[in-house]
Nanobody, 116 residues
Framework: QVQLVESGGGLVQPGGSLKLSCAAS????????MTWYRQTPGKERELVAA????????NYANSVKGRFTISRDNAKNTVYLQMNSLKPEDTAMYYC?????????WGQGTQVTVSS
């Protein structure tokens, strides 16, 4: 079955960096695009970044453009989110998501907290 496992979250000071990973299994990873979302309590999940199946096309939310970079390693079935110049407003639970066939699959999330 489809599994997505995020890791790499933690506590970081403003201006710092973190790199999130999402390890995928149970589907043909190299054939589908992947996305990162984030959510804070009381708010809907927000699309942060998306990447095409080959990695040749990426898109970002305006709030993270120029600071975050999404990438993937199809040999390792893993998608990454490099987050630089982090701000307190980036604090959220971060999730990776895949649309595969008729279904949408989410990981369990990894918490990112930006605070001094």
């Amino acid at each position: 079955q489809v599994q997505l496992v995020e890791s790499g979250g933690g506590l970081v000071q403003p201006g710092g960096s973190l790199k999130l990973s999402c390890a995928a299994s149970g589907f043909t990873f190299s054939s589908v695009g992947m996305t990162w979302y984030r959510q804070t309590p009381g708010k809907e999940r927000e699309l942060v970044a998306a990447i095409s199946s080959t990695g040749g096309s990426t898109n970002y939310a305006n709030s993270v453009k120029g600071r975050f970079t999404i990438s993937r390693d199809n040999a390792k079935n893993t998608v990454y989110l490099q987050m630089n110049s982090l701000k307190p407003e980036d604090t959220a639970m971060y999730y990776c998501k895949v649309a595969y066939g008729p279904s949408r699959y989410w990981g369990q999330g990894t918490q990112v907290t930006v605070s001094s």
